[in-house]
């Protein structure tokens, strides 16, 4: 049995009723149920027999609470949303759950019912709902929460300058399109009926007409279509640079001026087919290129809409009041409800709960995230409310130093695009040049024939393929990696893959999952296990790495501290001098000798201050359930793997055990691994680097490619050239296999487009082939590298995993 309203399965023993047209129907759930018997109750029930699609299941509709719609009765808020002319007020709105045209009918009945409406008119194509009321009759927040008894969101809409230009610009690249396509079917036909085959019975003065009708079909598609084409043309004689613009606008104005002095004069052949041909195909490949470059930004818009547009800030007293995200300020705590999102990166002070962090990460597991973890702006909590502390806000949160990256790696352009610019540039140059020469040796043995062959030349030899090739694999490739949740900040990311030959680890927070927890407090002196630990935190509480989440929360404050990469952290607590960290390094600030190492297979710590060692620390850290699958893809391409830490405890030796890694060192400062990586660059080694920390920074920026983890620091995560967003290794081999792919397909278009033009040059030269033939062939192969490109925007298997988009 399926509900009523919105036609899902009514579950066995769950029985909602409410009586529509006379009969009782069965519902899904007291939502449809409570939408049902709103509709009735306003007589609108008519919407039952108008409606072709079932409604939206209420419950899955997003559930504003009442005190964030009365956000939208303030002033400030309604300054920028809202247009006002005296006492009436007007908005446009963005609906969500409409199915059919009967939602239309309902939702403008409703709303015109109500006290205070003035309009209500909705526009089914963009879901955008006019809405106009006197404010002194109803408010706002009444008006949104008539929308959703009846089973409807409403959020106000405000057009993103962006997002606008974006969508005039396709709209016009369509328009364009669609007009050299309508004509140059029209124009074909007018064209081939004056072919010698076709030209039966016709008598010369229908076929002056049809040249004349040819012509004037043709005008729209080279004064209108081709538009960009010209434009782009004038721009590179500006700066005097060479691009398949100007061979394309040479080549479409040559063959219309040709057709034009055939049409007027009845001599030589009409081209104006080969005109419409030309720029259909050629505005095609270029569609097809905004898409992909599209497909691949919308991962970034996406992104940029993750932020509430509100939350709750909690003050002294406990008590909880809605604000606007721009009213946050660093240091308020938030209570964070169930299925709400992250409104800024912040510190767990209370509570437990499973966090989704998939639209960042690509991770579809939820994340269980518990007092003193860091939660990111932008994810989702789960099932249990939080307390937060707001520690970074707008530019500032992971999420835009995310979008930062990712805008930063669809800019850059690795070498091998750089080098199919260069070899369009020459190309272009060189097919003027021989173009030219080719016309001169034809004008003085054939001159007929000369402006034919110099036409069939120009557009037979345009590097559209050539200049495609590349950045079309490229944003396509990006992209899809960023779905894997690899994100490339740097563009010679994908080329350098292929060359790499070593691959070195950090072990912490890399090889493990960087979440340690303290097993053990083995006091050495005159403190207690508790004291030790509450100085531990005090000092830890200063330090990014992840080693420092076990010690819990500090109930002390620390001073004067300071972060040694790969030794530890030295301060004052209570006035007291300690260190913590490398133990060699923590004993030499008393002079004392190094304690006794227990024999543990996790991590071992030493705290101490100026009168000798106080205490073991013992941390355990589990590895990563695909660090092992990393290393053998790793070995398996034959790459040499080495395992370089700043740990010095047995850990490290039961790491590489466990991973099958023969070389592994420990105890390393930051230096040590740099010239360790000097050492194997020198030898002539491409480096590969996944790393975490600070310390791993320079090793980071140093290596042929870094990788930083996503829970990296910001240091680490600036200094790589991409970054594991979900922490998930899995999805490096995955990168390496894409890699792979793509720079096939690089090579397969430079390939393909190298010798077509390299072919074509001759035979046109030759006047083997016309201009007819030359615009299908050059149309086709720029079709051919655009669509062997977006190839690489499929996953193998549909993808490990799928990020959701609620």
């Given at each position: 049995?399926?509900?009523?309203?919105?036609?899902?399965?009514?579950?066995?023993?769950?029985?909602?009723?409410?009586?529509?047209?006379?009969?009782?129907?069965?519902?899904?759930?007291?939502?449809?149920?409570?939408?049902?018997?709103?509709?009735?109750?306003?007589?609108?029930?008519?919407?039952?027999?108008?409606?072709?699609?079932?409604?939206?299941?209420?419950?899955?509709?997003?559930?504003?609470?009442?005190?964030?719609?009365?956000?939208?009765?303030?002033?400030?808020?309604?300054?920028?949303?809202?247009?006002?002319?005296?006492?009436?007020?007007?908005?446009?709105?963005?609906?969500?759950?409409?199915?059919?045209?009967?939602?239309?009918?309902?939702?403008?009945?409703?709303?015109?019912?109500?006290?205070?409406?003035?309009?209500?008119?909705?526009?089914?194509?963009?879901?955008?709902?006019?809405?106009?009321?006197?404010?002194?009759?109803?408010?706002?927040?009444?008006?949104?929460?008539?929308?959703?008894?009846?089973?409807?969101?409403?959020?106000?809409?405000?057009?993103?300058?962006?997002?606008?230009?974006?969508?005039?610009?396709?709209?016009?690249?369509?328009?364009?399109?669609?007009?050299?396509?309508?004509?140059?079917?029209?124009?074909?036909?007018?064209?081939?009926?004056?072919?010698?085959?076709?030209?039966?019975?016709?008598?010369?003065?229908?076929?002056?007409?049809?040249?004349?009708?040819?012509?004037?079909?043709?005008?729209?598609?080279?004064?209108?279509?081709?538009?960009?084409?010209?434009?782009?043309?004038?721009?590179?004689?500006?700066?005097?640079?060479?691009?398949?613009?100007?061979?394309?606008?040479?080549?479409?104005?040559?063959?219309?001026?040709?057709?034009?002095?055939?049409?007027?004069?009845?001599?030589?052949?009409?081209?104006?087919?080969?005109?419409?041909?030309?720029?259909?195909?050629?505005?095609?490949?270029?569609?097809?290129?905004?898409?992909?470059?599209?497909?691949?930004?919308?991962?970034?818009?996406?992104?940029?809409?993750?932020?509430?547009?509100?939350?709750?800030?909690?003050?002294?007293?406990?008590?909880?009041?809605?604000?606007?995200?721009?009213?946050?300020?660093?240091?308020?705590?938030?209570?964070?409800?169930?299925?709400?999102?992250?409104?800024?990166?912040?510190?767990?002070?209370?509570?437990?709960s499973q966090l989704d962090e998939s639209l960042l990460t690509g991770e579809y597991r939820a994340q269980p995230r518990g007092v003193g973890e860091h939660v990111t702006a932008g994810t989702l909590n789960g099932d249990s409310p939080l307390t937060l502390e707001v520690c970074a806000l707008g530019q500032d949160t992971r999420l835009s130093a995310i979008i930062r990256l990712l805008e930063r790696a669809q800019n850059a352009k690795p070498r091998l695009a750089l080098i199919a610019d260069r070899a369009a540039q020459v190309f272009v140059l060189c097919s003027l040049l021989a173009a030219g020469l080719v016309g001169l040796l034809w004008w003085h043995w054939e001159p007929a024939r000369a402006p034919w062959i110099v036409l069939a030349m120009l557009v037979a030899t345009c590097p559209c393929a050539l200049s495609l090739?590349?950045?079309?694999?490229?944003?396509?490739?990006?992209?899809?990696?960023?779905?894997?949740?690899?994100?490339?900040?740097?563009?010679?990311?994908?080329?350098?893959?292929?060359?790499?030959?070593?691959?070195?680890?950090?072990?912490?927070?890399?090889?493990?999952?960087?979440?340690?927890?303290?097993?053990?407090?083995?006091?050495?002196?005159?403190?207690?296990?508790?004291?030790?630990?509450?100085?531990?935190?005090?000092?830890?509480?200063?330090?990014?790495?992840?080693?420092a989440r076990a010690f819990g929360p500090a109930q002390h404050a620390a001073d004067a501290v300071h972060n040694l990469p790969s030794l530890g952290l030295a301060g004052h607590v209570e006035g007291q001098a300690l260190r913590i960290g490398a133990p060699h390094w923590v004993c030499a600030l008393s002079g004392a000798v190094l304690p006794h190492l227990p024999q543990s297979p996790g991590q071992c710590v030493l705290l101490g201050d100026s009168h000798g060692p106080l205490a073991w620390l013992l941390l355990d850290d589990a590895l990563r359930s695909d660090a092992?699958?990393?290393?053998?893809?790793?070995?398996?391409?034959?790459?040499?793997?080495?395992?370089?830490?700043?740990?010095?405890?047995?850990?490290?030796?039961?790491?590489?055990?466990?991973?099958?890694?023969?070389?592994?060192?420990?105890?390393?400062?930051?230096?040590?691994?740099?010239?360790?990586?000097?050492?194997?660059?020198?030898?002539?080694?491409?480096?590969?680097?996944?790393?975490?920390?600070?310390?791993?920074?320079?090793?980071?920026?140093?290596?042929?490619?870094?990788?930083?983890?996503?829970?990296?620091?910001?240091?680490?995560?600036?200094?790589?050239?991409?970054?594991?967003?979900?922490?998930?290794?899995?999805?490096?081999?995955?990168?390496?296999?894409?890699?792979?792919?793509?720079?096939?397909?690089?090579?397969?278009?430079?390939?393909?487009?190298?010798?077509?033009?390299?072919?074509?040059?001759?035979?046109?030269?030759?006047?083997?082939?016309?201009?007819?033939?030359?615009?299908?062939?050059?149309?086709?192969?720029?079709?051919?590298?655009?669509?062997?490109?977006?190839?690489?925007?499929?996953?193998?298997?549909?993808?490990?995993?799928?990020?959701?988009?609620?």
């Amino acid at each position: 049995m399926t509900c009523y309203h919105c036609a899902l399965p009514v579950l066995t023993g769950q029985r909602f009723t409410a009586p529509v047209l006379g009969e009782t129907r069965v519902l899904c759930c007291a939502g449809c149920q409570a939408v049902a018997e709103a509709i009735v109750a306003g007589g609108l029930e008519r919407y039952y027999q108008h409606r072709s699609e079932a409604s939206s299941n209420p419950q899955a509709l997003p559930r504003p609470l009442p005190d964030e719609l009365l956000l939208y009765d303030r002033a400030d808020v309604q300054a920028n949303l809202v247009r006002q002319d005296g006492d009436t007020r007007e908005i446009t709105l963005l609906i969500e759950g409409i199915s059919c045209a009967a939602c239309g009918w309902l939702i403008e009945k409703h709303l015109r019912g109500l006290p205070g409406v003035l309009d209500a008119q909705l526009n089914l194509a963009n879901q955008r709902l006019s809405l106009a009321w006197v404010a002194a009759t109803v408010e706002l927040s009444r008006l949104l929460q008539a929308l959703r008894e009846i089973g409807y969101a409403g959020h106000p809409w405000q057009p993103d300058q962006a997002n606008l230009r974006l969508a005039a610009d396709n709209r016009r690249a369509l328009r364009q399109l669609g007009v050299a396509g309508l004509l140059w079917f029209q124009a074909m036909m007018a064209t081939m009926a004056t072919w010698p085959e076709f030209n039966l019975d016709l008598t010369p003065e229908l076929h002056s007409i049809l040249r004349w009708v040819a012509m004037f079909l043709t005008t729209p598609i080279v004064f209108y279509s081709c538009a960009p084409f010209f434009k782009g043309a004038a721009r590179d004689l500006r700066s005097r640079h060479l691009s398949m613009d100007l061979s394309v606008s040479l080549a479409i104005a040559g063959a219309y001026l040709a057709g034009i002095y055939t049409a007027i004069s009845g001599q030589g052949d009409l081209y104006f087919d080969a005109v419409g041909m030309f720029a259909l195909f050629l505005l095609t490949g270029r569609y097809l290129e905004r898409r992909a470059r599209e497909r691949t930004a919308a991962a970034t818009a996406q992104l940029v809409n993750l932020l509430p547009a509100s939350c709750l800030r909690v003050d002294a007293q406990g008590l909880c009041e809605r604000i606007l995200l721009s009213e946050l300020r660093l240091g308020d705590r938030v209570r964070l409800l169930p299925g709400a999102q992250v409104p800024a990166d912040a510190w767990i002070v209370a509570g437990h709960s499973q966090l989704d962090e998939s639209l960042l990460t690509g991770e579809y597991r939820a994340q269980p995230r518990g007092v003193g973890e860091h939660v990111t702006a932008g994810t989702l909590n789960g099932d249990s409310p939080l307390t937060l502390e707001v520690c970074a806000l707008g530019q500032d949160t992971r999420l835009s130093a995310i979008i930062r990256l990712l805008e930063r790696a669809q800019n850059a352009k690795p070498r091998l695009a750089l080098i199919a610019d260069r070899a369009a540039q020459v190309f272009v140059l060189c097919s003027l040049l021989a173009a030219g020469l080719v016309g001169l040796l034809w004008w003085h043995w054939e001159p007929a024939r000369a402006p034919w062959i110099v036409l069939a030349m120009l557009v037979a030899t345009c590097p559209c393929a050539l200049s495609l090739a590349t950045p079309t694999a490229l944003t396509a490739a990006t992209g899809t990696l960023h779905r894997l949740g690899l994100l490339l900040t740097r563009g010679h990311v994908l080329e350098g893959l292929k060359h790499i030959d070593t691959v070195i680890f950090d072990k912490t927070g890399t090889l493990t999952e960087g979440r340690p927890t303290l097993r053990e407090v083995i006091p050495l002196g005159r403190l207690s296990a508790a004291q030790c630990l509450q100085w531990a935190a005090a000092l830890e509480s200063h330090s990014e790495h992840p080693l420092a989440r076990a010690f819990g929360p500090a109930q002390h404050a620390a001073d004067a501290v300071h972060n040694l990469p790969s030794l530890g952290l030295a301060g004052h607590v209570e006035g007291q001098a300690l260190r913590i960290g490398a133990p060699h390094w923590v004993c030499a600030l008393s002079g004392a000798v190094l304690p006794h190492l227990p024999q543990s297979p996790g991590q071992c710590v030493l705290l101490g201050d100026s009168h000798g060692p106080l205490a073991w620390l013992l941390l355990d850290d589990a590895l990563r359930s695909d660090a092992l699958g990393l290393v053998r893809a790793c070995q398996a391409r034959g790459w040499r793997t080495l395992l370089l830490s700043g740990d010095s405890s047995p850990a490290l030796a039961q790491v590489a055990a466990e991973l099958a890694i023969s070389e592994a060192q420990g105890a390393l400062d930051p230096e040590q691994k740099l010239a360790r990586l000097k050492a194997l660059q020198a030898e002539g080694r491409r480096v590969l680097v996944v790393g975490d920390g600070v310390n791993d920074a320079p090793l980071l920026a140093a290596a042929d490619i870094g990788v930083a983890m996503g829970s990296a620091t910001d240091l680490a995560r600036t200094s790589a050239d991409a970054v594991l967003l979900g922490n998930r290794l899995g999805a490096l081999p995955e990168a390496f296999a894409l890699a792979a792919r793509a720079r096939r397909v690089i090579l397969q278009n430079l390939l393909w487009a190298s010798l077509y033009n390299g072919l074509m040059l001759p035979f046109a030269a030759l006047g083997w082939i016309t201009p007819l033939w030359a615009a299908l062939g050059m149309s086709l192969s720029s079709l051919t590298v655009v669509l062997n490109a977006l190839r690489l925007t499929r996953i193998p298997g549909g993808g490990p995993w799928r990020p959701s988009t609620s």
